[in-house]
């Protein structure tokens, strides 16, 4: 009895030793105590590494910062590799490359230091523009670790005040998990499963006698996650699985994404992946990784067990059948899934189910020809034709297509297969119109109508009777036409005599059509930084006092042109 138990207690500390060292093992290779921390608080996360996102996965984690100007540090000793400011994406953004091999990334910044940021503006005002992407020389601006680099903000993109920060291998420019670098953010809370998804993947496959994907609500009691209800699952032929699942943290209710997840069938791995690193050439697989139509139309952001023969994502450790399972009649089967955050906190659900004794064909719909991911198609019909390059869709797709009047536009509206089916490349959609208005053929473009009526600009030329572009979505197509000017509206008074004691002066652009191409502000005809926050229509001018003259009387004259060359021009006097 005493040796039983002896051998019980030393098999227990061998597992934790084994479960400790994988956990370590992910650490390994990444420097613990090598980085300091980007902030000057305890770090709470809006969101981490590889969390799903539209059309990609998210490269960094997003630090709570709650308001904007909180100190930004250097996490290491480095020189600044490149700088990048725009109107939307990471905004206004710093890289700094360190000799251990790495890059730190810090972005949506409200500004630099005044050092930086007086470089920053020099080069704005020696290329006239606002926007650049500014690779430097090595050792052109030198780091030192713990120096103040920035402030945050919420410029670009960014739906609220928050630094997005990254680690990056330097030589392939890979995004790593920055949780593995030693940075201490408390994180004792597990992911959790709120829904289970079953996939019959051909035409003679089932989930409880219905060849469409099936879905299932999660429940968590006795310390496992369990379907909610206990419901009887019959399955049969060759099905797929999936997991709505986020990660939390402590101290913070920010849904994030999981680290690591697990399918077992009857004890057997069947497909494994984790979020370790990834390659932003291969981010846009994501739209097959996770299901594009409930992200699409639901805003669900799940994970599959299983993969399209063209998913190239590098992630997956284990893709037995390609994570696909084939189901037998009358079999009994206990699936398994374990999901892991970045930390080691698991949850675990559990799928009983039997093989299904009902066969059924399932007639498939119509469709006008069958497209080969591997190979490149072409597709024509009365006024339109579309030309796929080869790998544009992860797997075969039976493509459909049909037409619709509408006198809105200057064509048919050409439904091209299905907006919920996801493209992975561009291809090539030529449209002929109508007819065209006379002396307008530039200013007619190809618009995109979703299945809620609203139209997205997606460029085009006429070119040899027809207007043509590049796209990446499935949908309804249409040509339509832009003469109408962006709006440019002042929000300084400039009925004010002075505007002294202002800290600049603000307009608001739009354009309704085809979208804002460029801008530009000149007083006293000479160029001036006017800045663009493009997701509140938010083009201002920061009254620079070394480069403007107080009290003086100055012609200013702000300029904004669309995607099709229609231009508005502001002018008014005003004293500073």
Known sequence: MKITRTYTIISLILLLFLFSKQIYSQNLKFPQNYFRSPVDFNITLAGNFAELRNNHFHSGIDIRTFTTGKKVYAIADGFISRIKISSGGYGRAIYIDHPNGYTSVFAHLDHFNAAIEEFVKAHQYKNKSFEFDLTLKKNQIEIKKGSIIAFSGNTGSSAGPHLHFEIRDTQSEHPLNPLFFGFKIKDTTPPKIFNFYAYPL?????????????????????????????????????????????????????????FDLKMKINDSLISSYSFKEFSFDESRYINSHMDYELNTTKNKRIHKTYKEPNNKLSIYSKMKNNGIYHFKKNINYKIDFLVSDANGNKSKLRVYAKGNQIEK???????????????????????????????????????????????????????????????????????????????????????????????????????????????????????????????????????????????????????????????????????????????????????DKRRLISKKKHQLQVKVRDQLGNQKIFKTDFVW
């Not at 909610?228 to 709505?244: Q, R, S, V, Y």
């Not at 509206?489 to 354009?511: C, E, P, V, W």
């Open 361 to 543: 064909v399932f007639p498939r719909e119509d469709y006008e020809m069958r497209m080969n991911y591997g190979k490149e198609n072409i597709f024509k019909a009365e006024d339109l034709e579309v030309k796929f390059p080869k790998n544009s869709f992860y797997s075969t797709i039976p493509f459909t297509y049909s037409v619709e009047q509408d006198s809105n536009y200057l064509s048919k509206i050409h439904l091209i297969h299905n907006e919920y089916i996801p493209v992975h490349k561009f291809y090539t959609i030529s449209i002929k119109p109508n007819h065209i208005p006379s002396g307008k053929s530039d200013k007619l473009f190809i618009t995109r109508i979703n299945d809620k009526g609203k139209t997205s600009y997606e460029g085009g030329i006429y070119f040899d009777s027809s207007v043509k572009t590049k796209t990446r979505s499935f949908g309804k197509f249409a040509v339509s036409i832009d003469t109408i000017p962006p709006t440019i509206k002042a929000r300084t008074n400039f009925k004010l005599k002075s505007l002294n004691g202002q800290k600049s002066i603000r307009f608001r652009i739009t354009d309704e059509l085809s979208g804002i191409k460029s801008y530009e502000g000149l007083i006293d005809d000479k160029w001036v930084l006017f800045e663009y926050d493009a997701k509140n229509d938010h083009l201002f001018y920061v009254f």
């Open 202 to 258: 051909d035409s003679i496959s089932n989930v409880n006698g219905f060849n469409s994907r099936q879905s299932f609500p999660v429940t968590y009691y006795n310390n496992a996650y369990h379907l909610k209800g206990d419901p009887k699952m019959k399955f049969l032929g060759n099905i797929g699985f999936a997991l709505e699942t986020n990660d939390y943290m402590d101290n913070t209710w920010g849904k994030c994404g999981i």
